[in-house]
């Protein structure tokens, strides 16, 4: 199994916030969490990149148990994470947050050939590699935010909200930025306020409620589905 998650429950003090979860993420695979506001999706995504211990149960990746790693180490195995919010270094330029995005790669040609690499699919940020990385739009700090993760050569990225505070044209770039990245044969785990984007992009997903998996399923049948629907799709 490429990512399986298996009876995972997360602690915030007292709080249990993940209740017995399990999950799996073929290789080469978009998988989408959905589900209301404090349903444990983001800590979920947090848990499997190392930045929260879980109380109990393990995560494994790629054959080898990584639950209980520092988030360093859990990167150097192949697994990014895009975080809500974006999360990058504002005060920095564009290419300064690309060279942290590098840090892994001690080769320097491999490097210059990870920058160009990102150009080619990101050219917006080389035009704004000298511009100040707050200064930017919403969308292209979240192209960065993408961009940065894919320079650690993920074999996985996870991604929370990408599409959060877009405008409708951004949102619908976002969507062919996450199909063109998995077309390179990266996994994907996309957590997602739009439900209805998400399920049009995933093979497979998950519903969460209370720190719980309600509802597992073909991403297809889950957006047919009148629970679904009436929760998460209006209508």
Known sequence: MFLEVKDLIVHYGKAEVIKGLSLKVEEKEIVTIIGANGAGKTTTLRT???????????????????????????V?????????GRKILAPLSVMENLEIG??????????????????DHFPILNERRKQIAGS??????????IARALLNQPKLIMMDEPSTGLSP?????????ITDINSRGISIVLVE??????LNLAQRAYVLE????????EASA??????????????
């Open 102 to 119: 590098a840090y892994l790669r001690k080769d320097k040609k491999e490097a210059v050939a990870g920058f160009k690499n990102i150009f």
């Open 48 to 74: 499997i990149s190392g930045l929260k211990t879980p109380s109990r149960g393990e995560v494994w990746f790629c054959g080898g148990k990584i639950s209980g790693l520092k988030a360093h180490k859990i």
């Open 76 to 84: 150097r195995l192949g697994i990014s994470h895009v975080p809500e």
């Open 136 to 145: 930017l739009s919403g969308g292209e700090q979240q192209m960065l935010a």
């Open 169 to 177: 044209l951004v949102v619908e770039q976002m969507g062919l930025i």
């Open 210 to 217: 209370a720190g719980k998996c309600v509802l597992e399923g």
């Open 193 to 198: 306020q739009n439900a209805r984007m998400a």
């Open 222 to 235: 889950m957006a047919n589905d009148q629970r679904v629907k009436s929760a998460y799709l209006g209508g």
